[in-house]
């Protein structure tokens, strides 16, 4: 009986303080009443997380079959943004049923491709903060309908993603070449995939790779991949995460193996000008991204170059003073150090201590300062009060700042 009421209570005890957690969607579903196709079209829109709080205005992916594949496109950017691998973009997911794909992405593929221009797009413009570069993405039937809506309309996408495409007639192949023969101002990106075992479809893609060949441009880039073990149904996966890689390859920021590399690359005033032309592109800060920053004075000290350490930070201002822990104000100030610069080194250390007044390493390195310079009552004194707080914070150098004090004796 006892161990009935103890499990009663357990029971109650748990379920009382359980509660039901909220359900977690992600995006919103709304109905567009379409003059043009004469019905009502449910979309799928997804916005960012900062969308509220970041007065922007933000790229669009336009993603057909979205009641398959909306949540491709979020999951890119969930997977990607925390490390500031991907800018922000909205999702549209344009959910179709099999029969209105078969009537809308072919025998009525003109009348569709009339509301994407004149009434879906308008309507994200319209109610949303959104840039002038929009996505597309389509598989299949929708693959082949996205070289029809190259085509007919002029650059209403930016760049597409087509996979495992179908119905890529000899009309619509034609009226490709026609366009990009033609066109001064031609999109940006076509990514192409197929699987390995799609053999029915390379007759067709090898036409379009043809074409794509024949009117080579710089100003359009193009891309055409076969997948090993993938199948006609797996593609889309792979090809909307690479796709969106190539296309936002000039978004993440650049990290250079060495000094030379980045000489070559054209060195501070190219890197400048990178960042410019991909702040205009994605809408966001023309400054030099902070990673880029970083690692480019790290680089400069594994490389004991002084000149380009002296460069980078007179180019990149008071970059060091946004770190978030004292080793980088301590490693800067020693690279200094080492190279006879200790008011230099004073500075920045002064700047670490303002941050982080508990910090033991930058008293130390303070002490290191003013040794090197002959001050030794200085010296002593900081590394006196590095020991003392690392004892206080049970630092793992007590016996360095020890020692330390010790050769002044």
Do not use: C
Not at 236 to 255: A, E, Q, S, W
Not at 261 to 274: P, R
Not at 380 to 398: M, S
């Amino acid at each position: 009986m006892i161990r009935v009421l103890i499990f009663f209570l357990t029971f109650l005890y748990f379920t009382s303080n359980a509660q039901e957690s909220k359900p977690y969607s992600i995006g919103k579903n709304y109905w567009i009443n379409s003059k043009i196709l004469k019905e009502k079209r449910e979309i799928s829109i997804y916005l960012p997380e900062n969308y509220k709080s970041v007065k922007t205005n933000y790229p669009v992916l336009y993603i057909l079959d979205g009641q398959r594949y909306f949540l491709n496109g979020i999951l890119y950017q969930h997977t990607l943004k925390w490390q500031d691998k991907t800018p922000d973009f909205i999702v549209v997911g344009i959910k179709t049923n099999n029969r209105q794909r078969r009537k809308l992405f072919s025998r009525e593929s003109k009348k569709f491709i009339q509301f994407l221009n004149s009434e879906l797009v308008p309507y994200l413009e319209n109610n949303y903060r959104t840039s002038s570069k929009r996505y597309l993405f389509g598989w299949e039937m929708a693959g082949g309908l996205a070289i029809e809506i190259l085509t007919s309309t002029h650059n209403l996408f930016s760049a597409y993603f087509i996979s495992s495409p179908t119905h890529l007639t000899d009309e619509r192949l034609q009226k490709l070449s026609n366009k990009l023969s033609q066109d001064k101002n031609p999109i940006e990106l076509i990514y192409v995939t197929l699987g390995s075992n799609e053999n029915w479809a390379l007759s067709s893609i090898e036409k379009l790779q043809k074409i794509l060949r024949d009117n080579n441009s710089s100003k359009l880039k193009w891309k055409y991949e076969l997948y090993e073990d993938e199948n006609h149904h797996s593609t889309p996966t792979l090809t909307m995460h690479k796709g969106l890689n190539l296309y936002f390859n000039d978004y993440v920021y650049l990290r250079f193996k060495s000094l030379k590399e980045f000489e070559d690359f054209g060195g501070i005033d190219q890197l400048k000008k990178h960042f410019v032309e991909r702040g205009k592109k994605y809408d966001i800060s023309k400054a030099i991204h902070k990673n880029t920053k970083h690692f480019l004075l790290l680089q400069a000290m594994k490389e004991n170059n002084f000149e380009s350490f002296t460069l980078f930070m007179n180019e990149f201002k008071d970059y060091y003073k946004t770190k978030t822990r004292d080793l980088w104000f301590n490693r800067y100030a020693q690279f200094y150090l080492k190279h006879n610069h200790p008011n230099q080194a004073i500075k920045i250390l002064k700047h670490g201590q303002d941050k982080f007044p508990n910090s033991a390493i930058l008293q130390a390195s303070l002490g290191d300062t003013f040794f090197i310079t002959g001050n030794k009552e200085k010296a002593r004194n900081h590394y006196q009060k590095a020991l003392d707080l690392a004892i206080k914070n049970d630092d793992d150098n007590i016996n360095i700042y020890k020692t330390k004090i010790e050769q002044i004796k």
